[in-house]
């Protein structure tokens, strides 16, 4: 095969190559599950216009070089910051094939295995969460886009026109959540064209959830007003603490009121897959998004969309162009939500189920827990430091024991500066600065398997040790307890 962009290369030598770029790649990705590799280092600089060409088989050495010390590795059983999405080899190697058969999964007329791949994952995920009503779905790079598309759904289920005639002269929209409720909700809804006001913070006393009663009393009072009761998105794993909106109750308030009820259960969704009564009540949802690279030990960019009623997105998102005239499936994927080009995401989570199963999922699943609870009680019993929140899922929140003593700003600071010092030196760990009830609190989240107790324990002593240090800087020693 004559390759006018890489020429010189016949079949042996990019053999060779590739072959070469695997091995290397290979040896990345294990030193990366090792602890201590958050790197810092710098991206190498791009090639200027007039510059040659490095020769292929230099690359793999070049970016060997480059990587090895480039991010750090939510793979690394030290990194406890974010919802870090650690991988697995099974996904890789699928991963690999996927590059190489490079397809188009718009739809079944471009990549029929995909596209039958993508469906057959889409159900095995909804039996796995016991979402078993879920008559289809979408693989998305991740949960912004498919919570975005579980809205435009929404939407369109409640004012059929607005996708067509747009909002002008519709009652003003609203959607319900908690205080907690991620980011990309309130974007979705700038998008959507409801603007950011149409979400409605639904939560009373406790941020952290959605208050049913006052829930209703919102509904009552916009309806009343005019408006345009639409949706109630439930978080599932709040992105701060981890916390779980009511959902049997939010199912009966959207029953009675005709309301869309969508979880977003980026983080926490999978959690459904060893807790049946969340199962049970994430059922009961008209929609769920969910991301495989956080909850399921997947890589980055594997989100999924799964919905009761797959006509709805259909609703939304059908279209036809001059330019696909042949008669097409109208449950293509492209027909499904608002990606037209898109590779086989499928094909990891074939292979994750395939390679790992179900079993070794629900174990792993269950060891996060475990360690979350575990550092927990830790926190609990000690004498520096205390829990700043119920610890649900995986994720833990704490704080300098008499901290809350202190100005908001001055107790902020310092846990900032632990923070700092935790990445620090040799033995780096790494964990999240979040806000809750309006101060700053640290947060360790747990979704790797390969962590064990001894590195919980490790980052526990750390801490511990860190807020002693902090605390005697300001004046305040810890206090003592017996
Ligand atoms: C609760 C929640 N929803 C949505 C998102 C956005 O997901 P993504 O980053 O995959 O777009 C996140 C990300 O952390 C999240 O925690």
Same mark, same amino acid.
């Given at each position: 095969v004559h390759d006018p962009l890489l020429p010189g290369l016949d079949d042996a030598a990019l053999a060779a190559i590739l072959a070469d770029a695997a091995d290397r790649a290979a040896a990345l990705w294990l030193a990366r599950r090792r602890p201590g590799q958050a790197g810092t280092g710098e991206p190498a600089a791009l090639p200027g216009p007039g510059e040659a060409p490095l020769p292929l088989a230099a690359l793999a050495a070049e970016l060997t070089g480059m990587l090895a010390a480039a991010t750090p590795s939510g793979a690394d059983p030290l990194d406890f910051a974010h919802i870090p999405s650690t991988g697995n080899a099974a996904a890789l190697v699928a991963d690999w094939f996927a590059a190489a058969l490079n397809v188009q999964t718009a739809s079944a007329a471009l990549a029929p295995h995909g596209v039958a791949l993508e469906r057959a994952v889409i159900a095995r995920i909804a039996a796995f969460l016991g979402y078993g009503q879920a008559t289809g779905g979408l693989l998305t790079g991740g949960s912004s886009l498919a919570n975005l598309v579980a809205l435009t759904a929404a939407r369109d289920a409640a004012l059929p026109e607005a996708g067509r005639a747009g909002l002008a002269g519709t009652a003003p929209v609203r959607i319900y959540a908690s205080r907690a409720v991620h980011a990309c909700i309130g974007r979705a809804a700038s998008v959507l064209g409801l603007g950011r006001q149409a979400l409605v913070d639904a939560s009373a006393q406790d941020p952290d959830h959605i208050d049913p009663e006052k829930?209703?009393?919102?509904?009552?009072?916009?309806?009343?007003?005019?408006?345009?009761?639409?949706?109630?998105?439930?978080?599932?794993?709040?992105?701060?603490?981890?916390?779980?909106?009511?959902?049997?109750?939010?199912?009966?308030?959207?029953?009675?009121?005709?309301?869309?009820?969508?979880?977003?259960?980026?983080?926490? &969704?999978? =959690?459904? !897959?060893?807790?049946?009564? $969340?199962?049970?009540?994430?059922?009961? @949802? %008209?929609?769920? /998004?969910?991301?495989?690279?956080?909850?399921?030990?997947?890589?980055?960019?594997?989100?999924?969309?799964?919905?009761?009623?797959?006509?709805?997105?259909?609703?939304?998102?059908?279209?036809?162009?001059?330019?696909?005239?042949?008669?097409?499936?109208?449950?293509?994927?492209?027909?499904?939500?608002?990606?037209?080009?898109?590779?086989?995401?499928?094909?990891?989570?074939?292979?994750?189920?395939?390679?790992?199963?179900?079993?070794?999922?629900?174990?792993?699943?269950?060891?996060?827990?475990?360690?979350?609870?575990?550092?927990?009680?830790?926190?609990?019993?000690?004498?520096?430091?205390?829990?700043?929140?119920?610890?649900?899922?995986?994720?833990?929140?704490?704080?300098?024991?008499?901290?809350?003593?202190? &100005?908001? =700003?001055? !107790?902020?600071?310092?846990? $900032?500066?632990?923070?700092?010092?935790? @990445? %620090?030196?040799? /033995?780096?760990?790494?964990?999240?600065?979040?806000?809750?009830?309006?101060?700053?609190?640290?947060?360790?989240?747990?979704?790797?398997?390969?962590?064990?107790r001894a590195e919980v324990q490790q980052l526990f002593e750390r801490l511990e040790s860190l807020a002693g240090d902090v605390m005697g800087i300001t004046g305040h020693p810890p206090p003592v307890t017996s």
């Amino acid at each position: 095969v004559h390759d006018p962009l890489l020429p010189g290369l016949d079949d042996a030598a990019l053999a060779a190559i590739l072959a070469d770029a695997a091995d290397r790649a290979a040896a990345l990705w294990l030193a990366r599950r090792r602890p201590g590799q958050a790197g810092t280092g710098e991206p190498a600089a791009l090639p200027g216009p007039g510059e040659a060409p490095l020769p292929l088989a230099a690359l793999a050495a070049e970016l060997t070089g480059m990587l090895a010390a480039a991010t750090p590795s939510g793979a690394d059983p030290l990194d406890f910051a974010h919802i870090p999405s650690t991988g697995n080899a099974a996904a890789l190697v699928a991963d690999w094939f996927a590059a190489a058969l490079n397809v188009q999964t718009a739809s079944a007329a471009l990549a029929p295995h995909g596209v039958a791949l993508e469906r057959a994952v889409i159900a095995r995920i909804a039996a796995f969460l016991g979402y078993g009503q879920a008559t289809g779905g979408l693989l998305t790079g991740g949960s912004s886009l498919a919570n975005l598309v579980a809205l435009t759904a929404a939407r369109d289920a409640a004012l059929p026109e607005a996708g067509r005639a747009g909002l002008a002269g519709t009652a003003p929209v609203r959607i319900y959540a908690s205080r907690a409720v991620h980011a990309c909700i309130g974007r979705a809804a700038s998008v959507l064209g409801l603007g950011r006001q149409a979400l409605v913070d639904a939560s009373a006393q406790d941020p952290d959830h959605i208050d049913p009663e006052k829930l209703q009393g919102l509904v009552q009072a916009d309806r009343a007003a005019g408006r345009r009761p639409l949706a109630i998105v439930a978080t599932v794993g709040t992105a701060a603490t981890g916390a779980i909106d009511p959902l049997d109750e939010l199912a009966v308030i959207a029953r009675q009121e005709r309301l869309w009820l969508h979880v977003d259960g980026a983080f926490g &969704a999978a =959690a459904a !897959a060893i807790e049946p009564p $969340l199962a049970t009540a994430m059922a009961q @949802a %008209d929609s769920v /998004a969910l991301d495989l690279h956080k909850g399921l030990f997947l890589p980055y960019e594997t989100g999924c969309l799964l919905v009761r009623d797959a006509g709805a997105l259909a609703a939304s998102f059908a279209f036809t162009a001059d330019y696909l005239a042949a008669p097409e499936d109208a449950r293509d994927p492209m027909q499904l939500g608002p990606e037209l080009s898109r590779g086989l995401r499928a094909l990891r989570i074939w292979a994750t189920f395939r390679c790992i199963g179900e079993a070794r999922l629900r174990a792993a699943l269950c060891h996060c827990m475990d360690l979350a609870h575990w550092l927990h009680e830790a926190v609990a019993s000690s004498a520096l430091l205390e829990a700043a929140a119920p610890t649900r899922l995986s994720i833990v929140c704490l704080r300098l024991r008499g901290s809350r003593e202190l &100005a908001t =700003a001055h !107790a902020d600071a310092l846990h $900032l500066e632990c923070l700092r010092r935790l @990445a %620090d030196g040799s /033995a780096a760990m790494r964990m999240s600065a979040v806000r809750h009830a309006g101060r700053i609190v640290l947060r360790a989240c747990f979704v790797n398997p390969r962590t064990r107790r001894a590195e919980v324990q490790q980052l526990f002593e750390r801490l511990e040790s860190l807020a002693g240090d902090v605390m005697g800087i300001t004046g305040h020693p810890p206090p003592v307890t017996s």
